[in-house]
């Protein structure tokens, strides 16, 4: 059975800080991308980072570059989000997605995931 587990959500002011993680099991990690979205209300699902762990290469929305850093754990089979300097704007429930090979020109696309996690809520505070 495929699991992805996330976790690490939480209530922050802004300015700070949170590491989700996204635990997974029942496939190959080390041939997936693991990527992570986020959803706000009343917002369409969009994707936050994303990592390819076969290649090292790694993704990232304009709007969290120089503040988010995704890392895989390999030997765990768990990716990592770290979210430095959060904005009242990153309140969203996020969720993290495994896909073959979306990473490139299809990063984005949420149906090119085949496998999703049930999403941790952060919370930013003004």
């Known amino acids: 059975e495929v699991q992805l587990q996330a976790s690490g959500g939480g209530l922050v002011q802004a300015g700070g800080s949170l590491r989700l993680s996204c635990a997974t099991s029942?496939?190959?990690?080390?041939?997936?991308?693991i990527a992570w979205f986020r959803q706000a209300p009343g917002k369409e699902r969009e994707l936050v980072s994303c990592?390819?762990?076969?290649?090292?290469?790694?993704y990232y929305a304009d709007s969290v570059k120089g503040r988010f850093t995704i890392s895989s754990d390999n030997a765990k089979n768990t990716v990592y989000l770290q979210m430095n300097s959060l904005k009242p704007e990153d309140t969203a429930v996020y969720y993290c997605?495994?896909?073959?090979?979306?990473?490139?020109?299809?990063?984005?696309?949420?149906?090119?995931?085949?496998?999703w996690g049930q999403g941790t809520l952060v919370t930013v505070s003004s």
């Open positions: 997605a495994a896909g073959w090979g979306v990473a490139g020109p299809r990063v984005s696309l949420l149906d090119e995931y085949d496998y």
């Open positions: 029942g496939f190959t990690f080390d041939d997936y991308d």
């Open positions: 990592i390819s762990n076969n290649e090292g290469r790694t």
